[in-house]
């Protein structure tokens, strides 16, 4: 059973910048994709980002493409997600993901079978 451990969280001033970090463990694991959800109260769990693990192809939800960045540090099978010209409506609990086998498509969270605890993002305005 893999566990993910999410880190990196905080609150940050509109326009600034966080990173995230995901590190998942448990034997040795070899996933086939990690990717970044974030939701906030009421609201489903909205994709975020993911990059397959082999060929390191990189996704994003459209309203995140050219502010986020999504990469990986294979030997610590750790992904982080760099955040940057944050917005208030960037401000979620953001979750990390993973699959160890593939599957149809990386933006719904019912395609990930292991999940974070999750990370408070704040974005002050």
């Known amino acids: 059973q893999v566990q993910l451990v999410e880190s990196g969280g905080g609150l940050v001033q509109a326009g600034g910048s966080l990173r995230l970090s995901c590190a998942a463990s448990?034997?040795?694991?070899?996933?086939?994709?990690m990717g970044w959800f974030r939701q906030t109260p009421g609201k489903e769990r909205e994709f975020v980002a993911a990059?397959?693990?082999?060929?390191?192809?990189?996704y994003y939800a459209d309203s995140v493409k050219g502010r986020f960045t999504i990469s990986r540090d294979n030997a610590k099978t750790t992904v982080y997600l760099q955040m940057d010209s944050l917005t208030p409506e960037d401000a979620a609990v953001y979750y990390c993901?993973?699959?160890?086998?593939?599957?149809?498509?990386?933006?719904?969270?019912?395609?990930?079978?292991?999940w974070g605890q999750g990370t408070q993002v704040t974005v002050s305005s």
């Open positions: 448990g034997r040795t694991y070899s996933p086939y994709i």
């Open positions: 993901a993973t699959c160890h086998r593939a599957f149809g498509d990386y933006a719904l969270p019912g395609s990930y079978n292991s």
């Open positions: 990059m397959r693990w082999g060929g390191g192809n990189t």
